[in-house]
């Protein structure tokens, strides 16, 4: 487990406390996040869709890609292999929150449907969010059949032949969505390319992804 893994955070670590849990951490259900974090855990079934939800209290929300709280003493969880996770605090309205975003998630809208709804609920401004990104593919590692006819719509100065750099995509969606870019703070890893520390679909770890195991990327308000 790496605590505080994002430099953005630190200097709010009175205020919000940041996880990231690895394969060694043996983290299967969100049971195990409950274990480890000591309190109860909101997150959501992740579907690879654009929904975000505000949680008030555990459970698993379903449909829900996001939540997001403004409730302290409750972890916000986002579960992932190869995707992409991010932790999001807002210093100024006391916000926190979870976003699990695949490339269909890309596609869907999941990043600026996060942002819409954290100002919907609670009047954020988007330029003082500050976002963690986990460990995910990198664009050697996302490979595609087809990137132009599979991720209709993105930019075509993403694709490198049949290779993608999702992280780019994601980074310049959150940026288009208003958040700042000196706010965005990336994990180098890349699970595939480091299988001995993180679960990979893509690196091997199948029958492990379908027995529950995953990355974990957790956030709570203190």
Same mark, same amino acid.
């Given at each position: =487990? ?25 983290? =299967?259900?969100? !049971?195990? %996040? ?7 855990? !909101? ?7 654009? $929904?975000?939800?505000? +949680? ?11 939540? #997001? ?6 972890? $916000?969880?986002?579960?992932? #292999? ?16 979870? $976003? ?12 600026? #449907? ?15 969010? =500050? +976002? ?5 593919? /990198?664009?050697?590692? #996302?490979?595609?059949?087809?990137? %132009? ?13 049949? $290779? %993608? &750099?999702?992280?780019?995509? !994601? ?8 958040? =700042?870019?000196? /706010? ?5 890893? /890349? ?18 992804? !379908?027995?529950?195991?995953? &990355? ?7």
């Amino acid at each position: =487990m790496i605590e505080q893994p994002f430099a953005l955070f630190r200097p709010f670590q009175d205020r919000v406390r940041v996880r990231l849990y690895d394969r060694g951490d043996g983290v =299967m259900h969100t !049971a195990d %996040v409950a274990r480890l974090e000591g309190q109860s855990v !909101a997150d959501g079934e992740q579907t690879h869709g654009p $929904l975000t939800e505000r +949680v008030l209290g555990p459970g698993t929300i379903a449909g829900a890609d996001g939540v #997001a709280t403004d409730v302290h003493g409750l972890t $916000l969880s986002s579960r992932n #292999a190869d995707c992409q996770s991010f932790a999001v605090f807002d210093p100024v309205r006391g916000i926190g929150g979870v $976003l699990h975003t695949g490339w269909k998630g890309l596609l869907n809208g999941a990043i600026p #449907a996060f942002v819409h709804l954290l100002h919907h609920e609670w009047g954020n401004d988007p330029r003082n969010l =500050m +976002v963690g990104a986990g460990p995910s593919l /990198c664009t050697t590692c #996302a490979e595609f059949t087809d990137p %132009v006819t599979e991720l209709v719509g993105i930019d075509h100065r993403f694709f490198y032949g049949r $290779l %993608v &750099n999702l992280r780019a995509i !994601a980074d310049d969606q959150w940026e288009s969505a208003g958040v =700042m870019p000196g /706010c965005i703070e990336r994990h180098p890893d /890349c699970p595939k390319c480091d299988v001995d520390r993180w679960w990979s679909l893509r690196g091997g770890d199948k029958e492990a992804m !379908a027995a529950g195991a995953r &990355n974990i990327l957790t956030i709570s308000l203190i």
